[in-house]
């Protein structure tokens, strides 16, 4: 029996296990290996670690977590039941007092020619995780909406040439006002691809056959949160559709708790490091205590 069964080994997870590891709890950490962050060379604002690769990071959580009796398996979950009987992919019944979900959520991204082919390399979704690494370059966001324009304006911070390819969105006036005030160029119309020569982004294209010339895009990927478990599990919902949880990361359901970019999607990987970590000791104070 288990104290304590972590879904997802990405940053939350591991610093939860981690701390659940040296309150002497036995805890297993079930991780199927789709980190959402696998594309991007490197890894940003985690102190001590920046500029990591990805998969060393979590290669040196693993180490950390394992160095105090925390099992990791390399599976996945695929239900739980009240108790908790927690079935694997493998097989493997694992059963545990509580269940702590960290999976993530995975970047559902523009059906745009050329966004798969480069995302993690020339084409990003976060400012604050890449947007040093393409200062001075020949910015673009391709994005529609109010947070397409907060996305240029944020990056007119890093690069001096950002242009903002809003598509059919009809810029308000203070919009216009706000990207004008700030250098940034805006260019109309429907992007048909992103133009690639030899796996470097070189432009935008246009449906009106002009190219613009560009080194970097950041577009609006959609947030899919990995919650199916925990909705299986009867957790309530947010008016947005997201797994609602106190500030401790518990989620009403006794025994089921929640941390990370499963219920928050703005975490970066400290964040959700620290939600993890707080979450583990609140967790482990109601194995002690109780409600």
Known sequence: MYDVVIVGGGPAG??????LGRAR?????????????????ESHGFLTRDGVPPAELLRLGRDEVSGYGVEILDDRVVSASPGFEVRLASGTVLASRTLLVTAG?????????????????????CPYCH???VHDEQVGVVADGPMG????????EWA???VLFPGDYQLTDDETAQLATRGIAVEPGKVTRLAVTDGRLTGVDLADGRVVPRSAVFVNPVFVPKDSLLKDLGCELDEQGWV????FGFTGID???AAGNVVDPTAGLISAAGAGAAVAVKLNHELIFGH
């Open 149 to 156: 324009v907060m996305k240029a304006v944020m990056l007119r």
């Open 131 to 133: 947007g040093y690494e």
């Open 25 to 41: 709890r036995r805890v297993v950490v079930v991780d199927s290996g789709e980190p959402r962050n696998a594309a991007a060379h």
């Open 244 to 247: 609602r949880v106190d500030a």
């Open 105 to 125: 959520i995975r970047d559902e991204l523009p059906d745009l020619p050329g966004v798969a082919e480069l995302w993690g390399d020339q084409v990003h979704f």
């Open 14 to 19: 591991l610093s939860a296990a981690l701390m």
């Open 160 to 162: 001096p040439d950002v």
């Open 255 to 257: 025994g089921v708790w």
